[in-house]
Every structure is written in C-alpha cells, then in structure tokens.
C-alpha cells in the first residue's frame, strides 16, 4: 500500500477525488493518503480533508522563506514515512531540496498541456483562445513551475463550451477521473521493478 501526502493551497477537489478514490475507487488497497497539507491557513480543502477522515497540517507559507516553508513540509513528510507526494492544486514552487528528497516521488496535475501552458490560468488560457480542446497533463515535479518528465496527458473535448465556467467544469470532471488512473498505473509499474 503507498502512503500519500497531497499538498493543497484551496479547494482540494482533486485532493477528495484521489482519497475517495483510495478508500472505494481506482487506487483501492492500492495506496492511502496519509495526510494533507495546506500552504494556506484558510484552504477549504482541509475541512474536507477532516471529514474524510484525514490528518491534515496547514503550514502558513506567508511570510517565511521558501527554504524554511519547504523544510518544514519535509520534517512532515519524514515523519508520516510517505511514498509519493502529490501536488494537487498547491500553487507554490518547490525547491530543489525538496525535490531532490523524493526523486520521481512528486507528482503535479496541470489543467493544460505543459508544453503549451504552464502556471496560472489554463483554463482561462484554453477558453481566451478558443481552444477546441485542452489537455490535462500529469508530470513529474522539479524546482521549476510545470516543467518536470510528462507521464500522461488526457484530451478535453472544449467543443460546444460557452463560458470559462462550463470549461472549467469539463476540465475537473476529466482531473478527477484521470490523476487516479494515472496513479493506479504508476504504483504498478513500480511494483514490478
Ligand atoms: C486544478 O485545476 C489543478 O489541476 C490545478 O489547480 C486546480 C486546483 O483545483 N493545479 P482543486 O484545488 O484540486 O479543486
């Protein structure tokens, strides 16, 4: 069973997917999240963490360096012993002490196809330019933002959209089926190594 740490900065609907998933989806007795943290005192995504039966900690990232933010997460991950760390929904950039502790262990979802959008905004980026389709993408973490190894990526069909909302809706329903999946076959390739 792999132990989880997701790491939020807000709503967490990935966060829920993937722990719904672990306790009666795709990732059943496959892997378990462990805890959740948050960079943000006020992310909702810890109350639902909480009623889901989660630990979670909130490490206020305001105000602190980005060494000591991150050193901080570490010292939780250390002591919870997790396997893999997602990063879902969390708005920061890591450092490359962080990711060097977990290489191939950190796991981002992107609403946007990396090589064409990277940061904030996908899927205002995707309705502004009228795209007729998106992709999400699931990829490895380095120190730069969106920027690590693509492990899968899965099409959004935009056709037929008529607002940013109805996009975004679109998007979501694809993350949340998708980064599970992506995880499952993950996990199972490296059990066979
Ligand atoms: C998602 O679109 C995710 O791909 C992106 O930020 C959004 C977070 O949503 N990185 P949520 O917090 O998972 O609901």
Redesign the pocket.
């Known amino acids: 069973m792999k132990k989880l740490a997701i790491l ?10 993937i722990a719904e998933s672990c306790q009666s989806g795709t990732l059943k007795n496959i892997a378990k999240v462990s805890i959740v943290i948050a960079n943000k005192l006020n992310a909702k ?1 810890l109350q639902t963490a909480s009623d889901l039966s989660i630990p979670t900690a909130a490490i206020d990232s305001s105000g602190i360096s980005r060494e000591e933010f991150d050193r901080t997460v570490l010292s939780f991950l250390k002591a919870t012993k997790v396997d893999y760390i997602l ?5 920061r950039r890591l450092t490359k002490e962080f990711t060097d502790a977990y290489p191939n262990k950190i796991i ?4 946007a196809d990396t090589n064409q959008h990277r940061g904030l905004g ?2 205002e980026w995707a309705w502004k330019n009228k795209l007729p389709n998106t992709k ?1 993408t699931v990829h490895y973490v380095n120190d730069k933002i969106d920027d690590g190894q693509i492990i899968a990526q899965a099409d959004v069909d935009l056709s037929g959209t008529k607002s940013l909302q109805e996009v ?1 809706v679109k ?2 329903a694809v ?1 949340h089926q998708f980064f599970a999946q992506t995880l499952k076959t993950v996990f199972q390739k490296n059990n066979q190594k």
């Open positions: 939020i900065s807000g709503r967490g609907s990935n966060m829920k997917a995504g990063l879902a929904g969390f708005m981002n979802i992107h609403p996908a899927y999400i975004e998007g979501l993350e």
